[in-house]
């Protein structure tokens, strides 16, 4: 069974950093295109940033210049690094990658448990 396990989230004080980690874990056959998302209370889940297996990535407007997303292929694990953070990034961060499990295929979405990102003024 594929899985996407987080880590790394907390409580920063604005302009400090943290660092997300997800790993997916299970018999996987190939990894296309992983990401972070995130979702502040009443509000809708929206795209952090991206990166596809190319390696290319794609922030959204709000974290450009301050977030970086990378990933490790050996690892199945995407990372964000979060710096110069916000009080209004706090949110519920949660990763997401669509993964080709073996002896299938086709790729599904999967998505992590959540990780609580906290930045306070």
């Known amino acids: 069974q594929v899985q996407l396990v987080e880590s790394g989230g907390g409580l920063v004080q604005a302009g400090g950093s943290l660092r997300l980690s997800c790993a997916a874990s299970g018999s996987i056959f190939s990894i296309n295109t992983m990401g972070w998302y995130r979702q502040a209370p009443g509000k809708q889940r929206e795209l952090v940033a991206a990166i596809p297996s190319s390696g290319v990535t794609n922030y959204a407007g709000s974290v450009k210049g301050r977030f970086t997303i990378s990933r490790d292929n050996a690892k199945n694990t995407v990372y964000l690094q979060m710096n110069s953070l916000k009080p209004e990034d706090t949110a519920v961060y949660y990763c997401?990658?669509?993964?080709?499990?073996?002896?299938?295929?086709?790729?599904?979405?999967?998505w992590g448990q959540g990780t609580q990102v906290t930045v306070s003024s």
């Open positions: 997401n990658a669509g993964i080709r499990p073996s002896g299938t295929y086709s790729y599904s979405s999967y």
